[in-house]
């Protein structure tokens, strides 16, 4: 039997996001931001297991988007901070919808498709609880429930550890993988093949290419890209 998922997406106001993509500007930021969750919901609404797509926002620009783009938003405000409104969101998604699966994945995941998430999700659709580290194998951008009780507030700094010691499976997405790769430098971003690039990222790419060489992609990858 196939699982069946919901997917959860923090977004904090673009107009905050990036902050530290130095050499931008303000607004190249906000719509770095934009870009990258544009892909990463429309990536995620593909995924034959995600039953849906919710964003955990209160900003009404991220919920517009979000909106336009067929996902649902939640989000109080009651619980500032990404761990009080990822706990919130899970707890109340997982409420209405009990015999889902929950995801919460990172919203700055540029490289990650859709093919990248299917696979993640089938590896994790065989554990209670599941987590999947940043490149640094210190940070977390992408962890899995059956039930929203088993949330550990631990994101940020050092959360891989912590949520291992409460009984994550480690989910052994290889390191190479987009997945592990979370975009919070401009750097970052400017170190992922082109080809798994998203079409919104890849258009600010072209607007607001920071300077410097760039590399070039072949047919065979824009057509990867486009998946």
Not at 3 to 23: M, N
Not at 55 to 75: C, F, I, K, R, S
Not at 138 to 157: C, I, K, M, Q
Request: aromatic content about 4%.
């Amino acid at each position: 039997m196939t699982t069946e998922w919901i997917a959860l997406v923090p977004a904090k106001a673009f107009t905050r996001a990036k902050s530290r993509c130095v050499g931008l500007t303000p607004d190249a930021r906000r719509l770095l931001a934009r870009a990258m969750l544009t892909d990463t919901v429309r990536r995620l609404r593909a995924v034959p297991a995600v039953r849906s797509v919710v964003v955990v926002t209160t900003d009404p620009e991220v919920t517009g988007l979000a909106l336009a783009e067929g996902a649902a938003v939640t989000g109080s405000g009651r619980f500032p901070g990404l761990n009080g409104e990822a706990g919130e969101a899970l707890e109340l998604i997982g409420g209405t919808a009990p015999a889902a699966a929950l995801v919460l994945i990172m919203g700055d995941l540029a490289g990650a498709g859709t093919a990248d998430h299917t696979r993640a999700l089938t590896l994790a659709a065989r554990h209670r609880r599941a987590v999947v580290g940043d490149a640094d194998g210190t940070g977390t951008t992408l962890l899995t429930l059956r039930e929203a009780a088993d949330f550990r507030p631990f994101l940020g700094p050092g959360s891989l550890a912590r949520f291992h010691g409460a009984g994550y499976h480690h989910l052994g997405v290889g390191p190479a993988s987009p997945l592990r790769r979370d975009v919070d430098t401009v750097d970052h971003l400017l170190a992922l093949p082109p080809h798994t690039l998203g079409p919104a990222t890849r258009e600010w790419l072209t607007a607001f290419r920071p300077d410097g060489p760039q590399p070039r992609t072949t047919a065979h990858e824009r057509k990867v890209g486009a998946l």
